[in-house]
């Protein structure tokens, strides 16, 4: 079936450095990708998203990468803090466009540890 | 985000019992969505619904059922409790996408245990 493979599942970086968070998917028909960050016993909040018809898009420190014809996205963390510590999910939907099946599919998540 | 709320948001039942978990959203949204959240995989969704009257499955539906009762409410049921659904339960609504977003506003979770 269709998947979004994420990696890393786990990454330390020094405070101040960047961190880069890869994810690939699988359904040609997916049209939109969000990505998540999940504080410990929180609920997943959206920090950024992309839609295919763009290729990237940067808010603040954080910006994301979409290639279509590899079926690739990545975040990019700059100037890293101890309280972007958490666990990240990628995404890969059909919903933007009246798709036979509607599919949100979640990466298997990285969890980013910041180091002070 | 307080415009998505859960009950219960702890449960510990045995197996074989029927449980229901229950949705509500003040957010206006037509969409709504159940995932489960299990270690090492990610979010995966059991079933969604974009209006009252569409319900269809997500990728792992067998074992759960849902209701979409109103707008605003959308509840998850466990016909039969079994060890390996124990997990931490989201609700998740969207809007429609009709400004190129799909933005999935999820309530607090419900942590599950099976025994």
């Known amino acids: 079936g269709e998947n979004v493979e994420q990696h890393p599942s786990t990454l330390s970086v020094q405070e101040g450095d960047s961190a880069v968070i890869k994810c690939t998917y699988s359904?040609?028909?997916?049209?939109?990708f969000p990505w998540y960050k999940q504080e410990l016993g929180k609920r997943p909040q959206l920090i950024i998203d992309?839609?295919?018809?763009?290729g990237e898009k940067k808010d603040q420190r954080i910006a994301v990468t979409l290639n279509k014809t590899a079926k690739h996205f990545s975040l990019h963390i700059t100037e890293t803090q101890p309280e972007d510590s958490a666990v990240y999910f990628c995404?890969?939907?059909?919903?933007?466009?009246?798709?036979?099946?509607?599919?949100?599919?979640f990466g298997t998540g990285t969890r980013l540890k910041v180091l002070a | 985000d307080a415009d998505v709320t859960q009950t219960p948001r702890n449960r510990i039942t045995k197996t074989g019992k029927r449980i229901m978990l229950e949705c509500s959203q003040t957010?206006?949204?037509?969409?709504m969505y159940w995932y489960r959240q299990d270690p090492g995989l990610g979010l995966r969704l059991i079933y969604y619904?974009?209006?009252?009257?569409?319900?269809n499955k997500g990728e792992i539906s067998d074992g759960y059922s849902v209701s979409r009762q109103a707008q605003a409410k959308f509840s998850l049921s466990l016909e039969s409790a079994i060890p390996n659904q124990t997990a931490l339960y989201f609700c998740a609504t969207s809007d429609r996408p009709g400004q190129g977003s799909d933005t999935q506003y999820f309530g607090p979770g419900t942590r599950l245990t099976v025994l």
């Open positions: 995404a890969a939907s059909t919903g933007l466009l009246r798709a036979a099946t509607y599919k949100y599919i």
């Open positions: 992309i839609r295919s018809n763009v």
């Open positions: 619904s974009f209006d009252v009257k569409d319900i």
């Open positions: 957010k206006g949204h037509d969409r």
């Open positions: 359904d040609s028909a997916s049209n939109y």
